[in-house]
């Protein structure tokens, strides 16, 4: 499996963001409110990723008073943070593009809480891709100091 490149996350979310807005222009009064249980739902997964990552580092380091992971686990981490940074990136295109079309009518009161909810999930989306990265990162294998020392 190879690392996931920031360059395509960025390029989900910027695709879908731009499709939501195109959508939201067309269909805006008949769509339900945002819920605002989406940016905690989201911070508490980017947490619980991102004390993964700490932990799993901690454990493949072998740092004392850990003990050892098990190979798989670290594969199914490291197929989580996959997983994960994708979604943040799609969900947070799709808040980017429901924040960009609401920041336009921002005089009304309905899609100025919108807006804030909206831009407050997009930020969430982010800590979780962040989170993710961290965690899939964490779940390489160091390299050895005997490899890097050419003789």
Known sequence: MRP???GWLVGILVIVALL???VVQQFYGGLPLMP???IPTLL???I???YSGWATKARIARKPG???VEPLAVAR???LAKASAYAGALFGGLFAGFALYTVQILDRETPRSEFLVSSGSFVACVALVCAALYLENACRIPKDPEDQNPK
Do not use: H, V
């Open 4 to 6: 996931t490149n920031p």
């Open 20 to 22: 939501t807005w195109a």
């Open 36 to 38: 605002w249980t989406a």
């Open 44 to 46: 508490l997964l980017a």
């Open 48 to 50: 619980g990723e991102g």
């Open 66 to 68: 850990t003990k050892p």
């Open 77 to 79: 981490l490291a197929a």
